[in-house]
């Protein structure tokens, strides 16, 4: 069985996310969408709001599981039998540093494959820290995230 772990803050889960989990679903036969957990690291959103967002945005589709981990990535890929990281490329940027940690984790994890899905055209200006500055400034993020989530935005923190 191929398992997949897709590993990110999701702070909040965006568009471009779920068009690379939609993507890497027909290669894998299950799919992790894992939050990684990082104390130090201040987040917009807790984390059970953010695990409620995933948690919505995979009821239908019985080869996605939601993780949460500590720590780093390749013992968690471990734990869940997982021999694919799942990366979203937006530019070169974003390349210049999976490329590097898709290499140490290859080391660390034992072989640990990173397989890199390019962003598409319609979602590569999309960013989880460009979504928190306008939430931060009340704007509008229909355009970014999906549905419900907005609404959920809109309703519980828009007020
Ligand atoms: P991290 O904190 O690990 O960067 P993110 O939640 O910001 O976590 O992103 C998780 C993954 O999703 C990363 O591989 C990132 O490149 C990818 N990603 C984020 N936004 C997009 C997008 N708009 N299109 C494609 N991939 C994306």
Redesign the pocket.
């Known amino acids: 069985m191929k398992v997949a772990m897709?590993?990110?803050?999701?702070?909040p889960i965006?568009l471009?996310?779920l068009?690379?989990i939609k993507r890497a679903l027909p290669v894998f036969d299950k799919l992790y969408i894992a939050i990684?957990q990082n104390t130090q690291k201040k987040t917009l959103f807790e984390i059970d709001q953010r695990l409620e967002w995933l948690r919505s945005v995979c009821k239908d589709d019985n080869k996605l599981e939601i993780g949460l981990y500590e720590g780093l990535t390749v013992n968690y890929a471990k734990e869940i039998g997982a021999k694919y990281l799942i990366?979203?490329?937006?530019n070169a940027s974003?390349f210049d540093y999976?490329k590097t940690i898709s290499q140490l984790n290859s080391i660390i994890g034992d072989g640990l494959e990173t397989v890199f899905?390019i962003?598409k055209p319609e979602?590569?200006h999309?960013?989880?820290t460009i979504v928190r500055e306008i939430i931060k400034g009340r704007g509008d993020v229909s355009a970014f995230v999906p549905k419900t989530i907005y609404t959920d935005i809109e309703s519980k923190y828009y007020t």
């Open positions: 897709f590993p990110g803050s999701f702070d965006t471009g996310h068009d690379i990684g990366r979203g490329l937006r974003d999976e899905f962003s979602y590569s999309i960013s989880s």
